[in-house]
């Protein structure tokens, strides 16, 4: 198997995406309804590529991992059996005026749950782009941690 297959897909249904903190790191919030349909890529992952994603999203505690919606935007060359590690079978579908329809799958994405009220104030984006990576500071590289307590709300 090719474990770096990827789709660009974009979520079905609204999101906020902000870019916070002065690292510009990006977070999507979980509130359903709010922000964008955030466009991104979706990777098939073995389970000790998710175990160490899991790690550097700190998940559990920070990050919550939750299967969500999105639509496929490109075609796969191979067809996926649909497992708990973001794999898809092949679901294509003709409309009755015959042209394809997005297919539509469910994949896990990191989300806050627990954030800061304020956060919600911040500039919502639909996609985390090469500008925004360009300003991202790696946790690595940072002279200090961004504190806990400006992006999650310990009391929700």
């Not at 649909?82 to 539509?104: A, L, Q, Y």
């Amino acid at each position: 198997k090719n474990e770096n297959k990827h789709s660009k897909a974009r979520l079905t249904t609204k999101y906020p995406l902000i870019v916070a903190t002065k690292y510009y790191v990006p977070y999507l919030l979980q509130v359903p309804g709010t922000g964008h349909l955030v466009k991104g890529e979706v990777y098939r992952v073995t389970d000790e590529v998710l175990q160490r994603l899991d790690e550097l999203e700190g998940y559990p505690g920070y990050y919550n991992r939750v299967k969500v919606p999105v639509y496929l935007e490109e075609e796969e060359e191979e067809e996926r059996d649909g497992n708990m590690n973001g794999d898809r079978k092949e679901k294509d579908r003709k409309d009755v005026m015959g042209e394809e329809e997005e297919r539509k799958e469910e994949c896990f994405v990191y989300l806050i749950d627990r954030y800061q009220d304020e956060l919600l104030q911040e500039e919502m984006v639909s996609e985390y782009t090469i500008q925004h990576t360009q300003q991202y500071i790696a946790p690595d590289q940072r002279p200090d941690p961004v504190p806990r307590e400006q992006v999650i709300d310990s009391s929700k």
